[in-house]
């Protein structure tokens, strides 16, 4: 989200939004109001924080609540605008179906693109993408019925990776092909995380996508850099982005 750009960034990455020509959006309008209440820089990328642990959720919120905790585009820098089409989740309710995309046998295609939308066991999520001209960043929340499957989504990315090491998937209207690769990431507030990074080629331009990955309680937070023939993005780093939305999500869990 992690697997989550716009336009072709999302077709071709499974990001959070999908389905139009990669454009630049005209405005940052930003994503749902929020009723999280953990300070954001506005205007600008988030600044680094000395990031304590933070309690883990145990309860339940609906994707729409999970809308409000995804951070606003003004968390980061100039020239990164929200998605027009705004953020995916599950909506009102929690769901409670078995997975249509389990992470031990779901093809490398099914992975990427539906990875920043509904099917993975989840009982809610929601997915947004921040988008510039040629980078994206990406943020999801998946929620799961236990911190225990939780916990083992993150774990299974390493094994899927593993057997995804060439494939080819659906992008722009042809097939393109693409490669994962998972490693262990440095420890974040305390919380152990996954990094998994994909790299393909598109229309003769090379796509990136750095995601990390870490799980908290129930819940597992994702952000990712894309960059469309160009690097990935990397300030804010991956690890402050989700070091905002725990927070912000433990306020949004207070008051729900």
């Known amino acids: 989200m992690l697997a989550v750009g716009v336009g072709l960034l999302a077709a071709v990455t499974g990001c959070a939004t999908k389905g139009t020509p990669y454009a630049t959006p005209s405005s940052a309008a ?12 506005a205007g600008g990328p988030l600044a680094t924080a000395s990031m304590t642990p933070l309690a883990a959720a145990s309860g339940q919120l609906t994707g729409t609540e999970l809308e409000t905790v995804l951070l606003p585009a003004s968390d980061f820098p100039s020239g990164f605008a929200a998605s027009s089409s705004g953020p995916t989740s599950s909506g009102g309710s929690l769901t409670s179906a078995a997975a249509s995309y389990p992470l031990a046998t779901v093809s490398c295609s099914d992975f990427e693109q539906h ?20 980078q994206a960043y990406d943020q999801l929340i998946y929620q799961f019925a236990s911190a225990a499957e939780a916990k083992a989504f ?35 507030a305390g919380l152990s995380t996954a ?7 598109v229309s003769g331009s090379t796509v990136t996508l750095d995601t990390l990955f870490t799980a ?23 690890a402050t982005i989700i070091y905002n939305l725990l927070k912000r999500q433990a306020a949004a869990a207070e008051l729900g």
């Open 216 to 238: 908290s309680g129930v819940d597992v937070f994702a952000a990712a850099g894309v960059g469309l023939g160009a690097g990935a993005p990397t300030v804010p780093a991956k």
């Open 154 to 188: 993150v774990a299974g990315l390493a094994p899927l990776a593993a057997r995804c090491r060439s494939f080819t998937a659906p992008a722009n209207g042809s097939s393109a092909t693409f490669s994962l690769h998972a490693a262990a990431g440095a420890a974040l």
């Open 115 to 134: 990875l920043g939308s509904t099917g993975f066991g989840e009982t809610a999520m929601a997915a947004d993408s921040v988008v510039g001209s040629d």
């Open 30 to 41: 930003g994503s749902a109001t929020s009723v999280a209440t953990a300070p954001t820089t």
């Open 195 to 201: 990094e998994l990074d994909q790299t393909g080629k």
